[in-house]
């Protein structure tokens, strides 16, 4: 059988971000990414320093895992990583939810694409802003929601940009303008991935939420549009598995 870099698989959670924030979900946690964001909050995914956890196991193993630690209370699997789309394996995966009748949401970057992308029912797409030190390929970029929006049109899938300063939104700003029918999210940018002073996280992030807020209120070209923070990160903080 055809093995999958497991990082990690946990939950029931909610899911913190985006379009479907709030549901309950579980988690399958890829290893390897084709991107290393400055401010990755999942780097060990990449950076060789999460190296001692990655399982390679088969689809079988993962719907096992996820019964085990789920079992009958789940509906909703997320997929993340790392860049999940960047293993054609996930494919059997996405095949044993679908049979089970579970709901598949996945998070990725928008570099790559796989054809078991069409089975998944909410893909979030995160283009980088400058920031992050990563380069957007837009003809990548434009394929992959072209496709997407053909088969299974524009509300199965949605744009997230995380915002750090002025330059990231002016790029987020682009991507929507660029994108208009495509469900967009704003996203606060964390930039304190290691501390363990939740109160002072939550408070700072907070803050930056609310200037994210009113700076798009006052933004007459930035009409249909959600705002959001990370809600897992006010809640438990930068704690993983979470
Ligand atoms: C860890 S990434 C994994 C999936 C995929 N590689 C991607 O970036 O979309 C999951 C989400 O977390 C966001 N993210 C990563 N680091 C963050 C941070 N420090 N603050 C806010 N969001 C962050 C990413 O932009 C992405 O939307
Ligand atoms: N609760 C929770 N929600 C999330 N949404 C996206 C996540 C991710 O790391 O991809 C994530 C995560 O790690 N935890
Ligand atoms: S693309 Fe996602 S997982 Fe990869 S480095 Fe950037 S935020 Fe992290
Ligand atoms: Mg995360």
Same mark, same amino acid.
């Given at each position: 059988?055809?093995?999958?870099?497991?990082?990690?698989?946990?939950?029931?959670?909610?899911?913190?971000?985006?379009?479907?924030?709030? *549901?309950?979900?579980?988690?399958?946690?890829?290893?390897? /990414? =084709? @991107?290393?964001?400055?401010? /990755? =909050?999942?780097?060990?995914?990449?950076?060789?320093?999460?190296?001692?956890?990655?399982?390679?196991?088969?689809?079988?193993?993962?719907?096992?895992?996820?019964?085990?630690?789920?079992? =009958?209370?789940? !509906?909703?699997?997320?997929? !993340?990583?790392?860049?999940?789309? %960047?293993?054609?394996? $996930?494919?059997?995966?996405?095949?044993? %939810?679908?049979?089970?009748?579970?709901?598949?949401?996945?998070?990725?970057?928008?570099?790559?694409?796989?054809?078991?992308? @069409?089975?998944?029912? *909410?893909?979030?797409?995160?283009?980088?802003?400058?920031?992050?030190?990563?380069?957007?390929?837009?003809?990548?970029?434009?394929?992959?929601?072209?496709?997407?929006?053909?088969?299974?049109?524009?509300?199965?899938?949605?744009?997230?940009?995380?915002?750090?300063?002025?330059?990231? @939104?002016?790029?987020?700003?682009?991507?929507? %303008?660029?994108?208009?029918?495509?469900?967009?999210?704003?996203?606060?940018?964390?930039?304190?991935?290691?501390?363990?002073?939740?109160?002072? %996280?939550? !408070?700072? $992030?907070?803050?930056?939420?609310?200037? $994210?807020?009113?700076?798009?209120?006052? =933004?007459?070209? $930035?009409?249909?549009?959600?705002?959001?923070? *990370?809600?897992?990160?006010?809640?438990?903080?930068?704690?993983?598995?979470?």
């Amino acid at each position: 059988m055809s093995k999958i870099p497991v990082m990690e698989i946990f939950g029931p959670t909610i899911q913190g971000e985006g379009m479907v924030i709030g *549901q309950k979900t579980m988690f399958v946690r890829t290893a390897g /990414c =084709d @991107y290393s964001c400055e401010w /990755c =909050d999942s780097a060990f995914t990449w950076d060789g320093s999460g190296k001692e956890l990655i399982r390679q196991m088969t689809a079988e193993e993962i719907w096992t895992e996820l019964k085990r630690l789920g079992g =009958d209370g789940f !509906s909703f699997v997320t997929i !993340s990583g790392g860049n999940p789309a %960047l293993i054609r394996n $996930l494919e059997g995966l996405v095949r044993i %939810l679908k049979e089970n009748g579970i709901q598949i949401g996945v998070e990725t970057q928008g570099s790559r694409w796989q054809d078991w992308l @069409y089975d998944v029912n *909410q893909v979030t797409i995160s283009p980088k802003p400058p920031s992050s030190g990563m380069k957007t390929d837009f003809t990548v970029l434009t394929e992959i929601i072209d496709k997407l929006n053909a088969r299974n049109g524009n509300q199965h899938i949605s744009l997230k940009v995380v915002v750090f300063d002025e330059e990231d @939104y002016e790029y987020a700003k682009k991507v929507h %303008l660029r994108y208009p029918t495509i469900p967009f999210f704003l996203q606060v940018g964390n930039d304190d991935t290691t501390t363990k002073d939740q109160t002072k %996280l939550v !408070s700072h $992030l907070l803050k930056k939420y609310e200037r $994210l807020i009113n700076k798009v209120m006052a =933004d007459e070209e $930035l009409q249909n549009v959600k705002v959001l923070p *990370q809600l897992h990160t006010l809640v438990w903080g930068n704690k993983r598995g979470v």
